[in-house]
T-cell receptor
Framework: DGGITQSPKYLFRKEGQNVTLSCEQNLNHDAMYWYRQDPGQGLRLIYYSQIVNDFQKGDIAEGYSVSREKKESFPLTVTSAQKNPTAFYLC???????????FGSGTRLTVV | DQQVKQNSPSLSVQEGRISILNCDYTNSMFDYFLWYKKYPAEGPTFLISISSIKDKNEDGRFTVFLNKSAKHLSLHIVPSQPGDSAVYFCAASWKTSYDKVIFGPGTSLSVIP
């Protein structure tokens, strides 16, 4: 069954620590994305990658980093430089231009 | 500066009636529009889309209307069912940047049995 897997579903982090969110897809999609959802603000693009070993900053990339070493995987690291990291993070993929995304089920990150 | 706006944060509709969710956009470069549905603690799922060369697209109970001159689109759900209760996101993209989709803030729909 093809899809996108995000893990973990819930994540707690202490202030000042980096944390990595996992995103794996077996849809053979070239493009992958990370979005952040905050109440009343919809989904905001953090980073996206159109091909392996290439990625671009989205609208709110500060305090985040990504890698795309494999087509299937697009992990997101939330660094200690991110001022307000508590949010719901969504990973998505698409086969290309003009086609709807497939989303994962999300990771809720809470900084304690 | 939101390029995609959904001015109604919430909407309540009786089961069996029509639900109309509205979306406005500011960027005239947008040429592809999508609607996503999201249940709590889950990722959004793609619902329906429309290209700017059309003014209407239907898929079962869901119809999207596009008024380019007004930079407005709407999603109609007829008849509404309790399982339609979810947050609906309007989204848009454009030719030179299809890989960057801009999402609106969402409208929470409650369908009352």
């Amino acid at each position: 069954d093809g899809g996108i897997t995000q893990s973990p579903k819930y994540l707690f982090r202490k202030e000042g620590q980096n944390v990595t969110l996992s995103c794996e897809q077996n849809l053979n999609h070239d493009a992958m994305y990370w979005y952040r959802q905050d109440p009343g603000q919809g989904l905001r693009l953090i980073y996206y990658s159109q091909i392996v070993n290439d990625f671009q900053k989205g609208d709110i990339a500060e305090g985040y980093s990504v890698s795309r070493e494999k087509k299937e995987s697009f992990p997101l690291t939330v660094t200690s430089a991110q001022k307000n990291p508590t949010a719901f993070y969504l990973c998505a993929s698409s086969i290309g231009a003009g086609v709807g995304y497939t989303f994962g089920s999300g990771t809720r990150l809470t900084v304690v | 500066d939101q390029q995609v706006k959904q001015n109604s944060p919430s909407l309540s509709v009786q089961e069996g009636r029509i639900s109309i969710l509205n979306c406005d956009y500011t960027n005239s470069m947008f040429d592809y529009f999508l609607w996503y549905k999201k249940y709590p603690a889950e990722g959004p799922t793609f619902l329906i889309s429309i290209s700017s060369i059309k003014d209407k697209n239907e898929d079962g109970r869901f119809t999207v209307f596009l008024n380019k001159s007004a930079k407005h689109l709407s999603l109609h759900i007829v008849p509404s069912q309790p399982g339609d209760s979810a947050v609906y996101f309007c989204a848009a993209s454009w030719k030179t940047s299809y890989d960057k989709v801009i999402f609106g803030p969402g409208t929470s729909l409650s369908v009352i049995p």
